[in-house]
């Protein structure tokens, strides 16, 4: 089936052509026609099926028309989890737009926000962006949404795992009502469902291949231990276990920096994120972590919004948070792409509330570990599942 048969202008199959494309896979032969159409689509395809392709063509198919933007308005929006996927995706509606005569940029912090002003202020068709830039650009009333025809959410998964989920219901409640929504995701897991359902009605669902693949596989486990030693025990279970690396979340930026000297102390080679510091040293500190330079990241929860760490092994809950959802897409940083992952929690009497709660939503009890010369003086009470009944469970 050659892409002239999915209902495409010869602009477009002229840029396929050059770019040596010749039959569409197997997600853009499902997806290009629904979008075409109109509808909204929820969608499921692993990276590498030319899903980017499956949701640029058909958006510019739609876009390409003599309609003249006024100011500081868009037609499309790209939301994307990460800098690097944003001027990645920013590049193929380029590449398949050549011949169009439409405009675009990628939107992301960490960059100077100066110079994307500017670009805004003549209107642009189509904006790629992550979600914190965006949202300080709208603040600023630097862009309207008012023209918005296309809502396009990629990888909603990983946008979901990295903390944006505040950031997104923001942006949509400044979207017109009146739009054509897309998301796609490697997996349709229940909170990338509950997002579609909240964001958009009457979506067409389709699935390319085994979207199971990059189910996570964590293996979470639990450590009660009193208050005053828990910065002991994590040195212990760094020194003593041959802990290689792990990103470590802690509630607040005086913790964090305390905590980072008293690791240092024991030899543990160690750098903190939070909101204290700038983005661009806060970027330096995330891009050595990624290079082995730095082994453990301690990072508050507000700074570690976005982060995107590949292969990486093993989180620590050093406070416990208090929101569920903080819980889920903190050990959501590991065990990606079909990958094993570990994530120990650190659980003191006071946290107990918080941890039934997190077990609730787990629907399953959370293994207990002990380590000798870490007795608990402050006992933590199991939660009501451990008395389940067996054959209920």
């Keep these: 089936m050659p892409f002239s048969t999915l209902g495409l202008s010869e602009p477009l199959l002229k840029a396929l052509a050059d770019l040596k494309y ?42 390409n028309t003599e309609r003249k933007l006024r100011g500081k308005r868009i037609r499309a929006l790209v939301l994307t989890p990460t800098r690097e996927l944003a001027v990645q995706v920013e590049q193929s509606i380029r590449d398949y737009g050549q011949y169009l005569n439409l405009s675009s940029m990628a939107m992301y912090g960490g960059t100077d926000i100066e110079p994307q002003r500017q670009k ?14 965006l949202l300080d650009m709208a603040h600023q009333r630097a862009l309207h949404f008012d023209e918005l025809e296309v809502l396009v959410l990629d990888e909603a998964d990983r946008m979901l ?7 997104i219901n923001k942006i949509i409640e400044r979207l017109p009502l009146e739009r054509q929504n897309l998301l796609f995701s490697a997996t349709i897991s229940d909170d990338v469902r509950a ?26 486990w639990l450590i009660t231990v009193d208050k005053g030693n828990k910065s002991a025990l994590l040195s212990h279970l760094i020194i003593e276990h041959q802990w290689q690396q792990a990103l470590i979340f802690i509630e607040t ?38 290079a082995g330079k730095i082994k453990f990241l301690v990072a508050t929860g507000i700074a570690s919004r976005g982060l995107d760490i590949g292969e990486l092994t093993r989180v620590v809950n050093y406070d416990l948070p208090d929101q569920v959802d ?3 897409h903190r050990i959501g940083r590991t065990g990606r ?29 959370i293994k207990r570990k002990e380590f000798e010369g870490f007795p608990v003086k402050k006992v933590v009470p199991l939660s009501i599942l451990n008395y389940v009944p067996k054959n209920k469970r």
């Design 22 to 63: 010749s039959e569409p896979t197997a997600i853009q032969k499902k997806a290009i026609p629904v979008i075409l159409s109109g509808k909204n689509l929820v969608a499921a395809a692993q990276t590498g099926t030319g899903k980017t392709a499956s949701f640029v063509l058909p958006m510019l198919e739609k876009l």
């Design 120 to 133: 805004l202020i003549w209107g642009v068709d189509i904006v790629v962006a992550t979600p914190g830039r």
């Design 161 to 167: 795992d990295m903390g944006f989920i505040e950031d």
């Design 195 to 220: 997002l579609s359902k909240r964001t958009f009605s009457n979506a067409t669902e389709i699935s390319i291949g085994n979207n199971n693949a990059s189910k996570p596989k964590i293996d979470q």
């Design 253 to 290: 930026k005086h913790g964090a920096a305390k905590l980072v000297s008293q690791l240092e102390k024991r030899g543990i080679s160690a750098e903190s994120i939070h909101g204290g510091r700038t983005q661009a040293m806060r970027e330096q500190v995330l891009n050595d972590f990624k």
């Design 326 to 328: 903080d819980y889920i």
């Design 337 to 365: 792409a079909g990958a094993s992952g570990e994530a120990v929690s650190f659980v003191a009497k006071d946290n107990f509330r918080n941890l039934c709660a997190i077990e609730s939503r787990l629907g399953h009890v």
